[in-house]
């Protein structure tokens, strides 16, 4: 009784907490609605697919679909001894239809990758098919090469039976599943992308640590400056900001090549001899030089709008109160500066981590980073499921900076320019 | 920066030591880009500058590369040109219009799980390129859209918009939202007053956000190397093909009109930057 004599009611009525919340959800329903366009569009164009990455790098239907009366006759055989005519059979059968659709090539690629020597064994038997006479596939198939009558390559064959596989996780840690099922590392000189992870980090690791190191005395410069010399001088670290990327990179190149103006410059000052003038490009050094002039842009911002808010009379009353300029510095100034320390090298480490351009041009072959491995895969070997693979691992470790980097910094404080 | 007449010794060369490696820096920041200048007016072939050019010899310079980059034969910079401004003012109109509307939805204190949506609105920016490239290659692929300006449009506008989230958010930080309220008070419906009167003043962040996908779509290359075919050619991707296989003056030439072009785009920024902040009541 007390309860609803209370309650408040709006003109028409209807109580005021019900009308509030009615008026609240509205106002949801209207933000969220703005929103949803973009949301939408991203969510189908550039969500989804990666999404769709994740399922194309488990995907391993590729051979399953293009020897699929294989796959039904080898269900009853145990794999211990040569399989019995009926998958001899429907492996003729089934390549026959490969040959004729000339997609036999894939298959080839497909098998070597599990077990090598499939690719002339399988081009032999191409060859030698067009006089095959029917029935007895087995004998026929096995008079083509001693191989096909050995059980190890009919059991690598019946390993890529299902459809779901984690091997191409395995393989970019240069692991493989051997033919017991154990996970195993391939040999010693076959181990290229372990090679290439540790040299993404590394090299992310070291141009943000220079990008750091650079960018802190100009960013205090550019925060301590009178206005009129500053602004002068945020030109020298905007221009970059907008320069195209491969602007930047070319000139690198033709700033770090053999007879370019870094060596002259070396030689000049005698550093070098002039015949023997360093290879600073298409090696690691270039890499490391041109993409920490390229970020360095993105580690002197965040910190310069940081330093603006700090305000110099803090420096002045450390002093005043008996710290020297160093101990005022590194008591107040740096503890200050921490946050946008924090947001530069996260942003600098998140880039870096994905850098693809600039080592594809000047990182030559120990240059590289694992982007490029990615690419290479896409664009060269063909083989998808691989590249999203890698592109699936690169992408959680930037997710797990991103993560830090939205709780230490939040997405919304990004400034740009 | 003039140091106070007291300063001790030390102090003092510490302070002109560290001018020093400031200078170092904004040279490192810097020079690079004038190398391009002076050698793409080279009149020899080589990448090198010439003694004629050391001795500031007038014919050692010519605009031969300049010629050659507009009159060349088979010259790929005139498709190449028309495609990149044709991809980049498209997927510009649709990553400021989106990322707008996304934007003044976002800014609303009644918006529902604000950090979610946000991070998720701009992870095309933090993503690697060479994933965003690959995922957008199996949509565009799968929809048909592969090799045609409208997949690379669509791709574009995709790593375009979270710089106009990112920007406008920024610019309606500050925004007196009691004068929306007097407009709809006045009997202005929402359209109008977006148009007549938020549009207006969020102006200076949204042509900033939209110069960031401008640039954005213009030096993008990794997802077009991915998308594009033989006639969607773009300049990035020219140029990249061009420094993969030989580093020809041509392309320092057309080094040095992007250059110029990005020059021309940093002053418009920097006085919509003043604009916006004063504007915003931000006074430096």
Same mark, same amino acid.
């Given at each position: 009784?007390?309860?609803?004599?209370?309650?408040?009611?709006?003109?028409?009525?209807?109580?005021?907490?019900?009308?509030?919340?009615k008026?609240e959800?509205k106002?949801?329903i209207?933000a969220?609605?703005?929103?949803?366009?973009?949301?939408?569009?991203?969510?189908?164009?550039y969500?989804?697919p990666?999404g769709?990455?994740l399922?194309?790098?488990v995907? &391993?239907?590729?051979v399953?679909?293009?020897?699929?009366?294989?796959?039904?006759?080898?269900?009853k055989w145990?794999?211990k &001894?040569?399989?019995?005519?009926e998958?001899?059979?429907?492996f003729?059968?089934?390549?026959?239809?490969?040959?004729e659709?000339?997609?036999?090539?894939?298959?080839?690629?497909q098998l070597?990758?599990?077990?090598?020597?499939?690719?002339s064994?399988l081009?032999?038997?191409?060859?030698?098919?067009?006089k095959?006479e029917?029935?007895?596939y087995?004998?026929?198939?096995?008079a083509v090469h001693k191989?096909?009558a050995?059980?190890?390559?009919? +059991?690598?064959i019946?390993? +890529?039976?299902?459809?779901?596989?984690?091997?191409?996780?395995?393989k970019a840690m240069?692991?493989?599943e051997?033919?017991?099922?154990?996970?195993?590392q391939?040999?010693? &000189? /076959? /181990?290229?992308? /372990?090679?290439?992870?540790?040299?993404?980090?590394?090299?992310a690791?070291?141009?943000?640590v220079?990008?750091?190191?650079?960018a802190?005395?100009?960013?205090?410069?550019?925060?301590?400056l009178?206005?009129k010399?500053?602004?002068l001088?945020m030109?020298?670290?905007?221009?970059?900001?907008?320069?195209s990327?491969?602007?930047?990179t070319a000139?690198?190149?033709i700033?770090?090549?053999q007879?370019?103006?870094?060596?002259?410059?070396?030689?000049?000052?005698?550093?070098?001899a002039? &015949?023997n +003038?360093?290879? *600073?490009?298409?090696?690691?050094t270039?890499?490391?030089?041109a993409?920490?002039q390229?970020?360095?842009?993105?580690m002197?911002?965040?910190?310069y709008?940081? *330093?603006k808010?700090i305000?110099?009379?803090?420096m002045r009353?450390?002093?005043?109160?008996?710290?020297?300029?160093?101990?005022?510095f590194?008591?107040i100034?740096?503890?200050?500066?921490?946050?946008?320390?924090g947001?530069g090298c996260?942003?600098?480490f998140?880039l870096?981590?994905?850098?693809?351009?600039t080592?594809?041009?000047?990182g030559?072959?120990?240059?590289?980073?694992i982007s490029?491995q990615?690419?290479?895969?896409?664009?060269?070997?063909?083989?998808?499921?691989?590249?999203?693979?890698m592109g699936?691992?690169?992408?959680?470790?930037?997710?797990?900076?991103?993560w830090?980097?939205?709780?230490?910094?939040?997405?919304?404080?990004i400034?740009?320019? | 920066?003039?140091l106070?007449?007291?300063?001790e010794?030390?102090?003092?060369?510490?302070h002109y030591?560290?001018?020093f490696?400031c200078?170092c820096?904004?040279?490192?920041?810097?020079?690079? %880009?004038f190398?391009i200048?002076p050698l793409s007016?080279n009149?020899?072939?080589?990448?090198?500058f010439s003694?004629?050019?050391?001795?500031?010899?007038?014919?050692?310079?010519s605009l031969?590369?300049y010629?050659d980059?507009?009159?060349?034969t088979?010259?790929?910079?005139?498709l190449?040109?028309?495609?990149s401004?044709?991809?980049?003012?498209?997927?510009?109109?649709?990553?400021?219009?989106l990322?707008t509307?996304a934007?003044?939805?976002?800014s609303s204190?009644h918006?529902?799980y604000?950090?979610?949506?946000?991070?998720t #609105?701009i992870?095309?920016?933090?993503?690697?390129?060479?994933i965003?490239?690959?995922?957008?290659f199996?949509?565009?692929a799968?929809?048909?859209?592969a090799a045609?300006?409208t997949?690379?449009?669509l791709?574009?506008i995709?790593?375009g918009t979270?710089?106009?989230?990112i920007?406008?958010?920024?610019? %309606?930080?500050?925004f007196d939202?009691?004068?929306t309220r007097?407009?709809?008070?006045l009997?202005?419906?929402?359209?109008?007053?977006?148009?007549?009167?938020?549009?207006p003043?969020?102006?200076?962040?949204?042509i900033?956000?939209g110069?960031?996908a401008?640039?954005?779509s213009?030096?993008e290359v990794?997802?077009v #190397?991915f998308?594009a075919?033989l006639?969607?050619?773009?300049?990035?991707?020219?140029m990249?093909?061009?420094?993969?296989?030989?580093?020809?003056p041509?392309i320092?030439a057309?080094?040095?009109?992007?250059i110029v072009?990005s020059t #021309?785009?940093?002053?418009?920024?920097?006085l919509?930057r003043?604009?916006?902040?004063?504007i915003r009541?931000?006074s430096?």
């Amino acid at each position: 009784m007390s309860n609803e004599t209370k309650q408040i009611l709006t003109t028409d009525g209807i109580p005021l907490e019900v009308s509030l919340k009615k008026a609240e959800k509205k106002n949801k329903i209207k933000a969220f609605l703005l929103v949803a366009p973009l949301l939408l569009f991203l969510i189908i164009t550039y969500i989804f697919p990666i999404g769709d990455m994740l399922f194309r790098s488990v995907d &391993d239907r590729m051979v399953t679909n293009m020897l699929p009366k294989t796959y039904k006759a080898m269900e009853k055989w145990d794999g211990k &001894d040569l399989p019995p005519e009926e998958v001899f059979e429907a492996f003729y059968i089934d390549y026959k239809l490969l040959v004729e659709q000339k997609t036999f090539g894939k298959l080839a690629t497909q098998l070597n990758y599990e077990k090598n020597g499939f690719k002339s064994i399988l081009k032999k038997l191409k060859r030698k098919m067009k006089k095959f006479e029917n029935e007895n596939y087995k004998e026929q198939i096995m008079a083509v090469h001693k191989r096909w009558a050995n059980v190890e390559y009919w +059991r690598a064959i019946k390993r +890529r039976a299902p459809d779901i596989t984690y091997a191409k996780y395995l393989k970019a840690m240069d692991m493989f599943e051997n033919e017991d099922g154990n996970i195993s590392q391939v040999s010693e &000189d /076959r /181990r290229v992308h /372990r090679v290439l992870w540790l040299r993404t980090l590394e090299v992310a690791f070291f141009v943000t640590v220079f990008c750091f190191l650079m960018a802190y005395p100009i960013a205090h410069l550019l925060a301590t400056l009178p206005m009129k010399y500053s602004n002068l001088l945020m030109i020298c670290v905007l221009l970059p900001f907008w320069t195209s990327l491969l602007v930047r990179t070319a000139s690198w190149m033709i700033l770090l090549q053999q007879q370019g103006i870094v060596n002259d410059f070396f030689v000049w000052i005698g550093l070098v001899a002039n &015949d023997n +003038r360093p290879e *600073m490009m298409y090696n690691k050094t270039g890499t490391y030089v041109a993409m920490t002039q390229i970020l360095l842009p993105f580690m002197v911002l965040p910190l310069y709008s940081v *330093m603006k808010t700090i305000s110099p009379s803090l420096m002045r009353a450390g002093k005043s109160l008996g710290g020297t300029p160093f101990v005022a510095f590194w008591k107040i100034y740096f503890p200050l500066t921490i946050p946008g320390i924090g947001a530069g090298c996260l942003l600098v480490f998140i880039l870096a981590i994905g850098y693809y351009i600039t080592p594809a041009l000047v990182g030559g072959a120990s240059g590289t980073l694992i982007s490029n491995q990615i690419a290479f895969h896409m664009k060269s070997t063909l083989d998808w499921s691989f590249a999203s693979a890698m592109g699936l691992m690169l992408l959680t470790g930037v997710l797990v900076v991103y993560w830090v980097y939205n709780k230490l910094v939040g997405v919304d404080n990004i400034k740009l320019g | 920066m003039a140091l106070p007449k007291y300063t001790e010794a030390r102090y003092r060369i510490w302070h002109y030591f560290y001018i020093f490696i400031c200078t170092c820096v904004f040279f490192f920041l810097i020079a690079p %880009l004038f190398v391009i200048f002076p050698l793409s007016f080279n009149a020899e072939e080589f990448l090198v500058f010439s003694d004629g050019m050391k001795r500031l010899d007038p014919d050692a310079f010519s605009l031969r590369w300049y010629k050659d980059m507009i009159y060349g034969t088979k010259n790929p910079w005139g498709l190449a040109t028309k495609n990149s401004f044709i991809i980049a003012i498209f997927a510009t109109l649709g990553s400021v219009i989106l990322g707008t509307v996304a934007a003044l939805g976002l800014s609303s204190r009644h918006m529902p799980y604000k950090g979610i949506i946000m991070a998720t #609105l701009i992870s095309p920016m933090i993503v690697p390129l060479i994933i965003s490239g690959v995922a957008i290659f199996f949509f565009m692929a799968k929809a048909g859209l592969a090799a045609t300006h409208t997949g690379i449009i669509l791709a574009h506008i995709v790593l375009g918009t979270p710089f106009v989230v990112i920007t406008v958010t920024a610019t %309606l930080s500050g925004f007196d939202h009691s004068v929306t309220r007097a407009a709809s008070s006045l009997g202005s419906d929402p359209v109008n007053t977006f148009m007549k009167i938020t549009l207006p003043l969020i102006l200076p962040g949204v042509i900033s956000g939209g110069l960031f996908a401008f640039v954005t779509s213009f030096d993008e290359v990794v997802v077009v #190397l991915f998308l594009a075919g033989l006639e969607n050619t773009t300049i990035p991707i020219q140029m990249w093909t061009g420094l993969r296989e030989q580093l020809s003056p041509t392309i320092l030439a057309v080094a040095t009109c992007l250059i110029v072009l990005s020059t #021309l785009i940093l002053v418009t920024a920097e006085l919509l930057r003043r604009r916006s902040e004063r504007i915003r009541g931000i006074s430096r």
